[in-house]
């Protein structure tokens, strides 16, 4: 069964500067989908950003940015510029591919609760 | 896209009575799921609800304590049983897009007295 651990239950920056989220998993498949979402306080799950695993390029969302290493199987996210509305709770998660029996069902890590500091 | 409502946002239980969640979606989807999101915690999958099929449980749910109806393409609802304490959660469905991003719906709120 897939695992994903984040290693980091809570975390801080000051506002405008840059932090990094870690996140590693562990699967036999080779390829897969790995996605982080943010749940603010109203609870509400956003998807921030989303990796092929089958991509070697890392994924970018304006200020959001991933460093996918497949071999280590690490998926760290990086918020640049962070700003008072990026307080938030963070969870990795992964996803099998359909064609290999998945069934876009998502296993989540246990998040990690970042809070921006003005 | 998909928009997805629950209903109701929170309530309020005695142990031992149950509530029936509902999960409405704006378009027709397959696989809707249903998660559980302990205080604190991070978000379980209780099962995955197909239209027209029974719902596949995950390890630590089943059916008797958490019955799933799916009646068409667009709704779903989630009936947590004969509640306890431990009950108190966040229940969230969603809805797959296979595999470019899950849709969340907001949440309910269940705290079991």
């Known amino acids: 069964a897939q695992t994903v651990t984040q290693s980091q239950p809570e975390m801080s920056v000051q506002e405008a500067e840059t932090v990094t989220l870690s996140c590693t998993y562990d699967?036999?498949?080779?390829?897969?989908?790995l996605f982080w979402y943010k749940q603010p306080p109203s609870r509400q799950m956003i998807l921030v950003i989303r990796?092929?695993?089958?991509?070697?390029q890392n994924a970018t969302e304006n200020r959001f940015s991933v460093n996918f290493q497949k071999a280590a199987k690490s998926f760290s996210l990086k918020i640049s510029d962070s700003q008072l509305g990026d307080t938030a709770m963070y969870f990795c998660?992964?996803?099998?591919?359909?064609?290999?029996?998945?069934?876009?069902?998502?296993?989540f890590g246990k998040g990690t609760k970042l809070t921006v500091n003005p | 896209s998909a928009v997805i409502s629950q209903k109701p946002s929170r309530d309020i239980c005695q142990r031992g009575t149950s509530l029936t969640i509902q999960c409405q979606v704006d378009?027709?989807?397959?696989?809707m799921f249903w998660y559980r999101q302990q205080p604190g915690q991070s978000l379980t999958l209780i099962a995955t609800?197909?239209?027209?099929?029974?719902?596949?449980?995950e390890s630590g749910f089943v059916i008797d304590k958490f019955p799933i109806s799916r009646p068409n393409l667009t709704f779903s609802t989630l009936t947590v049983s004969n509640m306890s304490p431990e009950d108190s959660s966040i229940y969230l469905c969603?809805?797959?897009?296979?595999?470019?991003?899950?849709?969340f719906g907001p949440g309910t709120r269940l705290t079991v007295t």
């Open positions: 699967t036999s498949e080779n390829n897969y989908y």
């Open positions: 609800a197909n239209q027209g099929s029974e719902a596949t449980y």
């Open positions: 998660a992964f996803m099998k591919p359909l064609t290999q029996g998945g069934s876009e069902k998502l296993v």
């Open positions: 378009s027709q989807v397959t696989m």
């Open positions: 990796q092929e695993a089958y991509k070697q």
């Open positions: 969603s809805v797959g897009q296979g595999a470019r991003e899950q849709y």
